[in-house]
């Protein structure tokens, strides 16, 4: 069973950095991409960031030139800098997997991390 497992979440103060870290486990096939979601309290999940075939990166636009997103493997991390307190959410991690050769694809989710940037 595939698994995700986010990791580098907590406190931070504004204008700080925070690196968070994903890593995918479990029996698959192939990735075609991963990224990084968070959540507000009562907001929508929303995207952050996600990278595809390791190199091809988009990111929403309240957090270019600050996130960065890169990808090893089966482990994707989220540099954040110069972090804001509305950049306050749950953050999580996902991954588009193909489970066997021709088989389907399908989105996979971590439980998330929590960050709060403190004013």
């Known amino acids: 069973q595939v698994q995700l497992v986010e990791s580098g979440g907590g406190l931070v103060q504004t204008g700080g950095s925070l690196r968070l870290s994903c890593v995918l486990s479990?029996?698959?096939?192939?990735?075609?991409?991963m990224g990084w979601y968070r959540q507000a309290p009562g907001k929508q999940r929303e995207l952050v960031a996600d990278?595809?075939?390791?190199?091809i990166t988009n990111y929403a636009a309240s957090v270019r030139g600050r996130f960065t997103i890169s990808r090893a493997h089966d482990l994707v991390y989220l540099q954040m800098n110069s972090v804001k307190p509305e950049d306050t959410a749950v953050y999580y991690c996902?991954?588009?997997?193909?489970?066997?050769?021709?088989?389907?694809?399908?989105?996979?989710w971590g439980q998330g991390t929590q960050v709060v940037v403190s004013r």
């Open positions: 479990g029996s698959y096939f192939k990735i075609d991409s």
């Open positions: 990278i595809k075939n390791s190199e």
């Open positions: 996902s991954a588009n997997i193909q489970s066997r050769s021709w088989g389907p694809w399908s989105v996979f």
